[in-house]
């Protein structure tokens, strides 16, 4: 699906790795990135922010939509963090570029709202680290899951090596350890 096999970090020094930036930051010279903003910020999204999420999505440099999601413990409202979801589903749709999705205690939503706009680009959720159950019913309705330092390795066994993917996020570990220790626990 990328041409890199770390999907998602936020440590702009990385290489072989989507870079997550935020609509008002900049890209950097030759790197891949994904761009969106994250639920935790959508307390304050303005008419600037989504003008900068828009012109940036467009970007061959951005290879994804996200992080994005929902996240019940943090953030505006689960009404405001759905619509500011929303916009995302349709930028990845438009662009035809994969959205990386942060949920947390929201699962629910999220499998409704996959349900509900049908979309045909991938859906991953990253940093997954719940449990089989939970991951065989995301496997189900069509998502992809990216593992990263702390992952369930029942659940790393279950998921399709088609549907897996690896990440370093905020880790200071590099992806080849992250990808030896999900790899060895299959
Ligand atoms: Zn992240």
Same mark, same amino acid.
Request: include cysteine; aromatic fraction near 6%; glycine fraction near 4%.
């Given at each position: 699906?990328?041409?890199?096999?770390?999907?998602?970090?936020?440590?702009?020094?990385?290489?072989?790795?989507?870079?997550?930036?935020?609509?008002? !930051?900049?890209?950097?010279?030759?790197?891949?990135?994904?761009?969106?903003?994250?639920?935790?910020?959508?307390?304050?999204?303005?008419?600037?922010?989504?003008?900068?999420?828009?012109?940036?999505?467009?970007?061959?440099?951005?290879?994804?939509?996200?992080?994005?999601?929902?996240?019940?413990?943090?953030?505006?409202?689960?009404?405001?963090?759905?619509?500011?979801?929303?916009?995302?589903?349709?930028?990845?749709?438009?662009?035809?570029?994969?959205?990386?999705?942060?949920?947390?205690?929201?699962?629910?939503?999220?499998?409704?709202?996959?349900?509900?706009?049908?979309?045909?680009?991938?859906?991953?959720?990253?940093?997954?680290?719940?449990?089989?159950?939970?991951?065989?019913?995301?496997?189900?309705?069509?998502?992809?899951?990216?593992?990263?330092?702390?992952?369930?390795?029942?659940?790393?066994?279950?998921?399709?090596?088609?549907?897996?993917?690896? !990440?370093?996020? !905020?880790?200071?570990?590099?992806?080849?350890?992250?990808? !030896?220790?999900?790899?060895?626990?299959?």
């Amino acid at each position: 699906m990328f041409p890199c096999r770390d999907i998602h970090t936020h440590d702009k020094s990385r290489t072989d790795a989507i870079i997550n930036i935020y609509p008002h !930051e900049s890209l950097i010279v030759g790197a891949y990135h994904s761009v969106g903003i994250h639920p935790w910020h959508t307390t304050d999204v303005n008419i600037s922010t989504i003008e900068q999420l828009n012109t940036l999505a467009a970007h061959p440099q951005v290879i994804a939509i996200g992080e994005t999601g929902i996240d019940t413990l943090k953030g505006a409202t689960i009404d405001k963090q759905i619509e500011v979801f929303c916009h995302h589903v349709a930028l990845s749709e438009q662009h035809q570029k994969p959205l990386i999705i942060h949920c947390v205690k929201a699962f629910n939503e999220i499998i409704a709202l996959k349900k509900q706009l049908y979309p045909t680009m991938p859906w991953i959720i990253h940093g997954f680290r719940g449990k089989p159950q939970l991951a065989s019913q995301l496997i189900n309705q069509g998502f992809y899951i990216s593992l990263g330092e702390h992952f369930n390795p029942q659940s790393a066994t279950i998921i399709p090596t088609n549907r897996l993917l690896f !990440e370093t996020d !905020e880790s200071t570990l590099d992806i080849d350890t992250i990808i !030896e220790r999900i790899k060895s626990s299959l």
